[in-house]
């Protein structure tokens, strides 16, 4: 386990990563209890989510860097009461982000190493839980009602649910979850099974791919003089084995999740909160797909918080809207030239996929090609040291170069080809979307 933590930039022993368990483990038993059965103990449900948070943190970033991160929970309560109009509450929401933004420059300055235990880990995660919180105080403002009280706050900031991995939650989704609003579904302990045998099986491979050092093959100096596909096919192996290290993390946290029965309210709190669907992320072609299947929270938190209120409330059309959750997104990640880069390489892998939906030509060739670089894209994200990402770029830049001249190639392509949609088809979609706006108009 310490060696799987060490590859994710975290250097700590095994009494660390044993205590932390013991101490999630413990807050699970005892915030079902209380909630549950000990009705008259409720205040004190808030203070187990908070209290195993900052001690999960303490352990694994030391109390100082904890109380670091306590000041600056208290500093963005105390912006909380400006949010009264939209400007204002988007305004704050610059403000949370500015702090996460300074730590990454801080750190990218002081030249800081990789693998060390670095709070801003847990920022990132509080981020989203203070823009949330920050759009249900505009909603309070509006009604006229009250701001939460400090300790309600904290007792969301601090839930050590996802602290540590995500993933991210409403503060609607955290008072519901205190007041046990929620149901279990009945496939509950389906779903435990199920993300129990993922984490086994994903420590398994992870700890295979440790052995037989799959996380450097990609810039080993032999892969030089290897050919293209060789290269992409050893990128798509080592991607695979780093994405083990998310399917860890994240499957744990939504066993936690269903446990404690944490619903998501997009589904109208009928389903439990997920971060990603592993078949889709491994098995679909477009890139834009196994996006859509990847950190669901972070998604539903751009989306919420950013795009929607930019287009509602700020006028902006759906493509300045959607860029700017782009470059959030971007700056969310960290503050490095190889992860904007993996943004603007992902992006035209993106513009080539569309281009190519339009004009149907040399479709599954071209949908394996999409598949392939995606990989080397995104292997850019994975370097924390300047030099490795680098050197892979200096090895694969004929591979990268593949990128704009695939998004070249489909541009180029004339628009009445094999596969355009005929007329039949035309009409069949239109009959389709009538038939959803009917049912839509119904609901309404």
């Given at each position: ?331 969310w990640h960290g503050v490095a030239p190889n992860y904007y880069l993996g943004f603007l390489l992902l992006f035209l892998i993106s513009a ?93």
């Open positions: 386990m310490s060696e799987l933590l060490e590859s994710a930039g975290l250097k700590f022993d095994d009494y660390s990563v044993f205590l932390i368990l013991i101490l999630q483990l413990l807050g699970s038993v005892l915030a079902t209890r209380f909630s549950a059965r000990l009705g008259a103990f409720g205040p004190f449900v808030p203070g187990i989510y908070a209290g195993v948070g900052l001690l999960s943190s303490a352990i694994v970033f030391g109390w100082a860097q904890t109380l670091r991160v306590v000041l600056v929970v208290l500093v963005q309560y105390l912006a909380s009461k400006l949010c009264r109009t939209p400007q204002k509450t988007m305004a704050a929401s610059g403000f949370a982000f500015g702090f996460v933004t300074c730590y990454h420059l801080y750190r990218l300055f002081q030249n800081r190493p990789s693998g060390e235990n670095c709070i801003v880990n847990v920022m990132m995660v509080q981020m989203p839980r203070t823009i949330y919180f920050y759009w249900h105080c505009l909603g309070l403002h509006s009604k006229g009602e009250r701001l939460p009280s400090i300790g309600s706050y904290f007792s969301y900031m601090f839930n050590f649910i996802g602290l540590l991995t995500g993933p991210v939650f409403t503060y609607e989704e955290h008072l519901r979850l205190l007041a046990s609003a929620n149901t279990h579904s009945p496939d509950r302990h389906r779903k435990i099974l199920l993300r129990s045998l993922v984490v086994l099986a994903s420590v398994a491979g992870f700890l295979v791919g440790l052995r037989w050092d799959i996380l450097n093959w990609s810039v080993a100096e032999s892969m030089a003089s290897r050919s293209p596909l060789y290269r992409i096919v050893c990128d798509a192996v080592v991607c695979f084995v780093l994405r083990l290290r998310f399917y860890i993390a994240w499957c744990t946290v939504e066993m936690i999740c269903c446990v404690l029965c944490l619903k998501d309210s997009q589904s109208d709190y009928r389903e439990y909160i997920e971060t990603l669907d592993i078949v889709k992320v491994e098995t679909e072609w477009s890139l834009k797909s196994r996006v859509e299947h990847w950190n669901f929270s972070i998604s539903k938190w751009l989306r919420l918080c950013f795009y929607e209120p930019l287009i509602s409330e700020f006028k902006f059309s759906k493509s300045s809207a959607s860029f700017v959750s782009f470059m959030l997104s971007a700056f080539y996929e569309k281009t190519l939906y339009r004009k149907r030509w040399f479709n599954w060739p071209l949908k394996a090609l999409s598949y392939a670089l995606t990989t080397s894209a995104a292997f850019v994200f994975y370097f924390r040291d300047n030099g490795d990402w680098k050197r892979y770029i200096q090895i694969n830049k004929d591979v990268l170069l593949l990128i704009p001249a695939t998004l070249a190639l489909a541009l180029l392509l004339p628009k009445r080809q094999l596969g355009r949609p005929t007329a039949a088809d035309r009409e069949a979609k239109g009959a389709a979307s009538g038939e959803v706006g009917r049912e839509k108009a119904k609901t309404q």
